[in-house]
C-alpha cells in the first residue's frame, strides 16, 4: 500500500503528536493504551483520501481523521466488554488489563473526545452537515453492535438482517469517513453521497470476506487458524446461508454444533458441510455483489481519475487478499 | 418550586414528545428507561432559566435542556455501573435491570443522542460556542468520576482534591447547563461567564449539603436513615476534616473505621466523633462560603432583577433543605 502512504504518514505523526496524556492518569493511560496498538489506521486514511479527491490540502481534515479513529477504538474499548474479549491485536484489551470501571470511561471520554477533534477543525460553516454525519454513523454504530448480541440469542436470524447488521456495526464508520473528508475537501453533497455508498458497499464486502478467510483462508496468509467464528458459534454468512441451503437434518446438525463448545471435530463436521452445500461460492458472490456496486458507485464520483484510482486500488487490495 | 413550573413543564411535554423508543429494543427501551424514573430535571430548567434571563423565548433552547438531561442520565447509567449500584431513585438500576452489556451500550447512545439534541437547536452561529462548552463539561464530568473512583483507593485524600471533584463530577454540568442557556439566550460572554461561575458554586454548596444531611439530617425529611455515607465508608468532607483536625487516636479509629463494614455501632462512634470535633460547622461554614460566591456572582450578572430573581429563589430552596 505504497501510494498511501503519505496520508498514513501524516496521520501517524499527528496521532503522535496528540497524546490524551493528561490527568487523571487512570482516565487517560487506558486511552493512549488502545489508540497506541496500531492497526492500519484505514478509517483516518480514507477520510483523508476523501478531503484529498477534491483539495490537496488533505492536512486540514487530520482533526476529522482523528476523530474517527477515537471514536473507533471507543468501539473497540466497549465492545471487547461486551463481548468479554481477551485480546485485541494480540494484546490484552483495554478491560482485562486496567478493569472493566478503566474501560467503560475511558471510552466515555474518547468519544466526547471524538467531538472535540471536529471542533478544533474550525470549519464552523460545515459543522452542522460534519457532526450530522457523524452523529447518524456513531448512533448506527451502537445499532449495529445491538444487532449482533441480539443475533447471539435469536433463533432465528435472516441473511437480510445479517447483512443489516454488518452495515451498521461495520460499513457505516468507513462510508461517513470517506463522507466527511469528501465534505471538507468541498466536494458537493452528491459526491459526498457516492463516496458513502462506496465506502458502504466496500465495507460490506469486506466483512463478507473476513467470513470467507475465517472458514476458508490459507492459516499461513491468514494468521490465525481456520474455523474461528465456527468455535465461537458466530452466526456469519457462511452459517446463515447453510441454514437457508440444508436440509432439515443437516440444519438439525448445524444449529446442534453452533450450541457446543469447540472442537477440532465440529470444525471439521461444519466446514465439511458448507462444502458440501457450495457455501463459499454464495459467500463470494454476495461479496462480488458488494464490490460491484461499490466500484460502481466510485465510477460516478466526479474527481480526478488518477485520485479516484488510490481508492480503487486500496479497496482492491483489502479485497483480494489471499483466500 | 411554583416560579419554576412553566419551564418544568415546558421541558417534561419536550421530554414526552422525544422518547427514544426506536429499533433495536434492546439498545432504546433501557434508554427510555432511566430517562423515565423521573427526578427534578434541575439541569434542563437551569438551562432554559439561563436561557430566560436574557430573552423570553426560552422553549428555542429546549433541545439543548434535553441535551443536558440526556447526558445526566447518560453518566448515571454507567456510574450506577462502576458503583455496582443497584438502585436508583429507588428501582433497579439500568444495568440491574437489563444487564451490564445493555447498561454500556445505552449510555453510549444516550451520550451520542445528547449531541443529535444540540445539532437539533438549529443555531448554526452559536453551535461551535455551545459545543466547546459542553465537550469540555463532559470531559470534566468523566475527570470527576475517575478521580471519586481514584479517591476510594487513595491512602490520603486532601480537601482541596475533595473539592475539585466535587466541582468537576457535579458542578460543571449544573454550571454549563446555565452557561449554554445563557448564551443561547443571546447573554453576552461575560454574563454567562458570571452564570457559570454562579452555577459551579451553587453546585458546589449543593454537594457539601448532601454531605452534611447524609450525616445530620433529620431522616423524616431527608428521606433515608443517617449515615449512609459513612456506612459507604465514603471520603466526604466531613471524613476529611475529621482526619485534618482529629488527634493521632482519633485519626486511627477514623481510619479503622472506614475501613471496616457497615454496623449500627461504626455509624454511631464516627458521628460521636464529628460531633466532638464540632465538623458540622466546619463543613456549614464552607457550604456557606461557596453559597456566597454564589450569590455574588448572579448579583453581577447583568439581566432583570425580577429574573434573576428565579435563580436565587431555585438555589436558596436547594440550599437550605431541612438538615
Redesign the interface.
Known sequence: MQYIQPFQQAFHDFLDGNPFHK??E??YVPADYIMGLGGKRLRPVLLLLGHYLFDDRFHDSLPAAMAVEVFHNFTLV?DD??DAAPLRRGNPTVHQRFG??AG??A???M???A??YL?ELDR??L??RI??VF?RL??EV??G???D??FEQAEEVRIEDYLKMIELKTSVLIAGALKMGALLGGGSEENAGLLYEFGRNVGIAFQLQDDILDAFGDPEKVGKKPGGDIAQNKKTFLFLKALELGNPEEKAHLKAWFSSSDSPEKIEKVLGLWEKLDIRRYAEEAKNRFQDQAFLALEQVGAEETKKRLLRELAGELLMREA
Request: hydrophobic share 45%; proline share 8%; charged share 15%.
Open positions: 490527568e487523571p487512570n482516565l466497549h466488554i461486551m472493566l470501571n467503560i470511561l471510552g466515555d471520554v468519544l466526547i473526545r467531538y472535540q471542533l464552523p460553516h459543522l452542522p457532526l450530522d452523529n456513531a448512533i451502537c445499532e453492535q445491538q444487532m448480541m441480539d
